[in-house]
C-alpha cells in the first residue's frame, strides 16, 4: 500500500503529541522537521530532519521532491516567518496544508498585562525606574535589553545565553518547561521579580508564570502575536488530526 508522506513543521509539544498519533496509522509516513534551534531537542516518535529549507521555495521544492501529500504547520505561534513560508510553499507545490493554531492566553480579573507589540517597545514598556524584570524570551529576543541596563534582569532559556547579554546586572536560568504556578511564585519571590517580560505561548506549559504573576500582583508585558496566514486550522492535536483526515479523503478510498 502506498503511504502518504506527512511533513510535520514542528518544534511544539504539540507537533510531538501529533505525530505520535499520526505514527500509530500504518496509511503513512510522517517526517518532523525541527529548525534547530535547541542544542538537545527532545525525542521525537517519527524520523526528524533539521534546519531550514532556504524559505517558501526551498520548502516548496522539499514537498514536491519527497512526493509529501500533506504539509501540517505546527509551529511556535511566535514562529511567523516559517509559517508564512509553509503557506506559501503549499500554494507553490499544490499540497493541502492544515495548522495548528495554539488559542491566546486571554486575560483574567487580576492580571496586570501590558500588550506591546515587539521587543523593543517591551524594552521601553519596562520605563525609566530601575526594575527587576524576569525575561522568558527566546535567546534571540534578548539583545534589544541591553539598551536599559538600569534594570535588573532574570533570564530564562532552554540553552545558555552564549555570549551572556552585556549587561551589569543579570542572572539566568535554564530550563525546559512545563513550569508549574507554584514553582513560578517560589522564583518570582526569591529573585524579588516586580515585572515579566513573556510572549503569548498559550497552552498550559507556561502559563504558570502567567497564573503566579497574578497571585503575586505582578505586571505582565506580554508581545503580541504576530500575524500567520489564514489556513485550514485547529486549535488541538484532536482537531488537526481530524482535518488531516478529512484533507486526504475517507480511509476507504486510501485502502485502509
Ligand atoms: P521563524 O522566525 O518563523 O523561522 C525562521 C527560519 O527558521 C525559517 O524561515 C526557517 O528557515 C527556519 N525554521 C523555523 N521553523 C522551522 C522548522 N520547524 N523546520 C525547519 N526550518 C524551520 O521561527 P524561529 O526563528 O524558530 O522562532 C521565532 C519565534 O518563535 C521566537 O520568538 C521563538 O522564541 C519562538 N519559538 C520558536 C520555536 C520553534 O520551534 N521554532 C519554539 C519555541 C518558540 P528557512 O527559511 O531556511 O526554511
Not at 505520535?20 to 525541527?34: C, G, I, N, P
Not at 534551534?37 to 531550514?52: C, E, K, M, S, Y
Not at 532556504?54 to 516559517?82: F, K, Q
Not at 484532536?238 to 486526504?248: F, K, N, P, R
Request: glycine share 10%; aromatic share 4%.
Amino acid at each position: 500500500m502506498a503511504k502518504h508522506r506527512i511533513l510535520i513543521l514542528g518544534g511544539t509539544s504539540e507537533a510531538r503529541q501529533l505525530a505520535a498519533r499520526l505514527a500509530r496509522r500504518d496509511d503513512l509516513a510522517v517526517t518532523l522537521s525541527l529548525a534547530g534551534r535547541t542544542a538537545n531537542p527532545v525525542a521525537q516518535p517519527v524520523p526528524v530532519r533539521v534546519g531550514g529549507f532556504g524559505g517558501a521555495s526551498g520548502l516548496a521544492a522539499c514537498l514536491e521532491g519527497e512526493g509529501v501529500s500533506l504539509l501540517v504547520d505546527a509551529t511556535h505561534p511566535y514562529a511567523a516567518r516559517i509559517s508564512a513560508n509553509a503557506a506559501e510553499a503549499a500554494r507553490l507545490a499544490g499540497v493541502p496544508l492544515v495548522a495548528l493554531r495554539r488559542p491566546a492566553w486571554q486575560a483574567v480579573p487580576g492580571d496586570r498585562w501590558t500588550v506591546v507589540p515587539d521587543v523593543p517597545s517591551a524594552v521601553a514598556a519596562l520605563g525609566d525606574g530601575p526594575r527587576r524584570a524576569f525575561l522568558a524570551l527566546g535567546r534571540q529576543e534578548l539583545l534589544p535589553f541591553e539598551a536599559a541596563p538600569r534594570h535588573s534582569y532574570l533570564v530564562r532559556s532552554v540553552d545558555p545565553v552564549e555570549p551572556p547579554l552585556s549587561l551589569p546586572d543579570v542572572r539566568y536560568v535554564t530550563g525546559l518547561g512545563p513550569f508549574p504556578a507554584d514553582d513560578e511564585r517560589a522564583l518570582l519571590s526569591a529573585h524579588g521579580i516586580d515585572v515579566i517580560v513573556a510572549k503569548n505561548s498559550g497552552g498550559a506549559a507556561t502559563y504558570g508564570k502567567i497564573a503566579a504573576a497574578r497571585s503575586l500582583g505582578i505586571e505582565v508585558v506580554l508581545i503580541a502575536r504576530p500575524l500567520l496566514p489564514d489556513v485550514p486550522s485547529g486549535a488541538s492535536v484532536a482537531d488537526v488530526e481530524a482535518l488531516i483526515g478529512h484533507a486526504l479523503g475517507p480511509a476507504e478510498k486510501r485502502g485502509v
